[in-house]
């Protein structure tokens, strides 16, 4: 099966049980540190998977080129879990053919994103588990849009399902340009930006 959807189906839904440990108070940092470390081990075993369907590692555009190195940046919301996620996305990305980068949360807390490269960025994915009221996702994508007014910019509410996104109007009350719910929608997103030539940052 492609590793698409092994990653939404499985992988995506252990880190929401641990998520949800977290918002219970059960499961600390450094058990947190520790299942990112085993999610980076899987995301090394299925560097070299093959997907069944061969549209899923097809490079997406003639555009493609022209992105260069860095050119999505696939940033975590909160913490090690999102971030954990952030990684499977850029993993899909680069099958892809599309480059991308794994920036920590610590990187665009309000007194770091000054020092964080964003020179050749064309878009910016952010990652959450779950949504947690839109307030976090709402201030980092001002804080982002500070920076690259003109970036396209999605947010991925990984553990949503795209009804309730637009049910609760998800993309206006994060302020993003898109908001997708699942890696694989992620991934066709980006594909498409990528197809249209999506804008450097200034």
């Known amino acids: 099966?492609?590793?698409?959807?092994?990653?939404?189906?499985?992988?995506?839904?252990?880190?929401?049980?641990?998520q949800a440990d977290v918002n219970r108070g059960l499961l600390d940092y450094e058990h947190r540190t520790q299942i990112k470390a085993v999610v980076d081990d899987i995301i090394?075993?299925?560097?070299?998977?093959?997907?069944?369907?061969?549209?899923?590692?097809?490079?997406p555009a003639e555009a493609l080129p022209e992105w260069g190195d860095g050119a999505v940046l696939c940033i975590a919301g909160r913490g090690a879990l999102d971030e954990a996620?952030?990684?499977m996305l850029a993993q899909l990305l680069v099958r892809g053919g599309i480059p991308a980068e794994v920036v920590p949360s610590s990187a665009v807390a309000p007194?770091?994103?000054?020092?964080?490269?964003?020179?050749?960025?064309?878009?910016?994915?952010?990652?959450?588990?779950?949504?947690?009221?839109?307030?976090?996702?709402?201030?980092l994508v001002r804080r982002l849009r500070r920076r690259l007014a003109d970036v396209p910019l999605l947010v991925?509410?990984?553990?949503?399902?795209?009804?309730?996104?637009?049910?609760?109007?998800?993309?206006?009350?994060?302020?993003?340009?898109?908001?997708?719910?699942?890696?694989g929608a992620a991934v066709a997103a980006i594909r498409q930006a990528a197809r249209a030539g999506a804008p450097a940052a200034a």
Request: hydrophobic share 45%.
């Open 111 to 139: 007194r770091n994103i000054r020092h964080l490269d964003l020179a050749r960025t064309r878009l910016i994915c952010l990652s959450y588990l779950e949504p947690e009221g839109f307030t976090n996702a709402h201030f």
């Open 44 to 59: 090394d075993d299925l560097a070299e998977h093959d997907d069944a369907d061969p549209a899923e590692t097809e490079p």
């Open 156 to 183: 991925g509410f990984w553990t949503m399902e795209a009804a309730e996104a637009r049910q609760l109007d998800a993309r206006e009350q994060s302020g993003a340009d898109e908001v997708v719910t699942s890696l």
């Open 1 to 18: 099966r492609p590793l698409a959807a092994y990653y939404d189906e499985v992988a995506v839904k252990a880190l929401a049980l641990a």
């Open 85 to 87: 996620a952030a990684a």
